[in-house]
């Protein structure tokens, strides 16, 4: 198994990458190599070939960039092959889908094909291969079969039926086409080698019995063709030239190669298979399985749900094609695994609609502003400019009046040095408007605010040119005039997973790392300009982040996704979370020289309540392990951790390294040490008794009160 890499990429690298010439990578290399070799380029011919059985993720985008990026860059046909094999899970509902999310990217393939239309050539291609010897029927369970193929260190052994007749086998496959035998009654089989190394090339299943409707063909089969063998004939019939999967089907090229042998006529193109490391991304999952479950369980709000990696999801959160094309180019093809870090496809989609997303103002949390010496009745219409990065974009109007909402966040009565917006007694400028400078607030029983009073400087309106409209004041605030805000549903949307691999943790179910803040519903209010916003348009809340019309939105009714902030909000937490974990190991060693007991104990009290404040799974985890070494403040910091995070188990941490913790911290000098691990010790039932011998001896021996106590109440 290959074991990934996490590839980070900063934003400046982002961008020399950008403008630099690319070399070919190693697929066009390849093919670059078959053209040298005298392959003719007009019988170049690549495909697109999904199972209809889900929802495309982010992971497909970067094979659709890739085949049909090809066919771009040699003027090739690209195919779109629904590799429709299996009608227990295939839908129609995924054909359309998958349709719509290839157009939507911006490509157009040259055929629609499916591998039911080749069914009868492919059932034909059998019957020749048992007349040849090199197929049979199997009437043994799946389980006998899979005992007798052996293991990957152990040859398998030739089935009871291997050497039925041809006469007998043909009798049989027909039977099993005609709908004579129950499903699992029989499938048929290549006759290839029991003893090869590979264990693909085990007499690998080739047709199953299904009594089940096919979206396309109905209950005409009652047999299905395996993936195996119908994915490169299908490639063999469509005279694919490069077929390109992804490096989980490396031992599936020589079964690939075998099934071409056994039909290929030199006259024809014979496909190549290629093999690429496919897109893993972190903080989310990519198995269809897993994202199934998610739908299935309500656990999201369908395959479109804005949190979900699918083609759609993104596209309805506000994702552009073009930020998914660009990160596609941006990752490259390689051949070795890696995980690509989410934030570079935001950073990609920050991009693009920083040049094409309109600025707007929107107030999500509002709380009334109200500017004591503005007349009452007056209103004015300010110029805003839609978008700085775009000179074609223009100006628009936004009305100005008495009362306004600002965000709740953005007053604060008594204010810190270092806190730029409103407070009493101090200025902000109020964007396209005027300076302000608050003065006082009214609050209800409860002593929440619930309205600021300020005063502006008329003479301070942006734009207009005056000495008061170019003083300098600590901050700018977003706001929304209360005489013309139109109230909007909006939805904040973030990560659906906390930690960076939700699906690699062995004792774990992907569930336990749900993101419970990953949907927010807020009601707020927006400038008038929104109100005839349609569906999918995109805009940049200033301030806040860009946000997009979901297609819940109706008359009467705006509803906006949140589809990215202005700045990458984990990075922060991450080093956030980084750098607490760094400080509170210095805190040990604070607490671990303090003789005074009280003292000690507040700074235990610290070190507690820092732990348990971390979320991320997989820092914690490799904290302690990094922490198991023979030293007595790192021993005392990873068994803390083990005690006091509620985000991880002794069962979680490697049974090894768990193991070594133990036996050091039992036989380390500093008491601290030994109580902690003890703690720990007493809570893990699983580990428990294998060190009964080494708790007894150590209570024998043990000089300390407290460890002793604790000894004796175990």
Known sequence: MIKPSILVTLP????????????????EQIIEDSLTNGFPQEKLRFRFPPEPNGYLHIGHAKSICLNFGLGL???????????????????????????????????????????????????????????????????????????????????????????????????????????????GSHVLRAKIDMASTNMLMRDPL????????????????????????????????????????????????????????????????????????????????????????????????????????????????GYTAASIRKFCDIIGVAKRENVIDVSLLDFCLREDLNKKAPRVMAVLDPVKLVITNYPEGKEEWLDAENNQEDETAGFRKVPFSRELYIEREDFLEVAPAKFFRLSIGNEVRLKNGYIIKGESVTKDA?????????????????????????????????????????????????????????????????????????????????????????IGDNFQFQRLGYFNVDKDAKDGKLVFNKTVGLKDAWEEKGKKEQNLLMNTQKEINKYVKEKEETAADLILESIIENIKSIDNFSLINQTIVKNIKNDNNSLLFANLILEHSDKVKASDIELESLTKLYIMSLKSQLAKVRISAIQNLKHDTLNFDDFKDQLFDLKNSEKNEKVFELLNDL
């Open 73 to 183: 860059k040699y003027n090739a046909p690209v195919n779109l092959r629904f590799d429709d094999t299996n009608p227990a899970k295939e839908e129609q509902e995924y054909v359309d889908a998958i349709k719509e999310d290839l157009k939507w990217l911006g490509f157009n393939w040259t055929e629609e094909l499916y591998s039911s239309d080749y069914f009868q050539q492919l059932y034909e291609w059998a019957v020749q291969m048992i007349k040849n010897g090199k197929a049979y029927v199997d009437s043994q369970s799946s389980e006998d079969m899979a005992q007798q193929k052996g293991t990957p260190t152990q040859p398998g052994v030739d089935g009871p039926y291997r050497n039925r007749s041809v006469e007998e086998n043909l009798t049989l496959f027909e039977g099993m086409k005609n709908g004579d035998f129950p499903e």
């Open 206 to 317: 080739m047709y199953r019995i299904l009594h089940r409707h096919h979206h396309r063909t109905g209950y005409d089969w009652n047999i299905y063709p395996m993936y195996d063998y119908a994915h490169g004939e299908s490639d063999y019939i469509e005279q694919i030239s490069h077929s390109i999967c992804t490096l989980e089907f490396v031992m599936h090229r020589e079964l690939y190669d075998w099934f071409l042998d056994q039909i290929y006529d030199e006259t024809k193109v014979r496909p190549h298979q290629y093999e690429f490391a496919r897109l893993n991304l972190n903080y989310t999952v990519m198995s269809k399985r897993k994202l199934l479950q998610l739908v299935q369980e309500n656990i999201v709000n369908g395959w479109d749900d804005p949190r979900m990696p699918t083609i759609s999801g993104l596209r309805r959160r």
């Open 12 to 27: 400046f690298k982002i961008k020399k990458m950008a403008t630099e010439d690319k070399s070919l990578h190693f697929i």
């Open 446 to 534: 409860q002593g929440n605010i619930t309205e600021i009073q300020v005063t502006y400087d008329e003479d301070s309106r942006s734009g207009s040119g005056s000495e008061a409209s170019q003083r300098k004041v600590a901050g700018t605030l977003h706001w929304v005039a209360v005489s013309h805000a139109v109230e909007a549903e909006v939805r904040l949307y973030d990560r659906l997973f906390i930690d960076e691999a939700p699906d690699s943790h062995k004792e774990k179910n992907f569930l336990e790392f749900m993101n419970t803040n990953s949907l927010e519903i807020v009601k707020g209010f927006v400038e008038p300009s929104l109100a005839t916003a349609t």
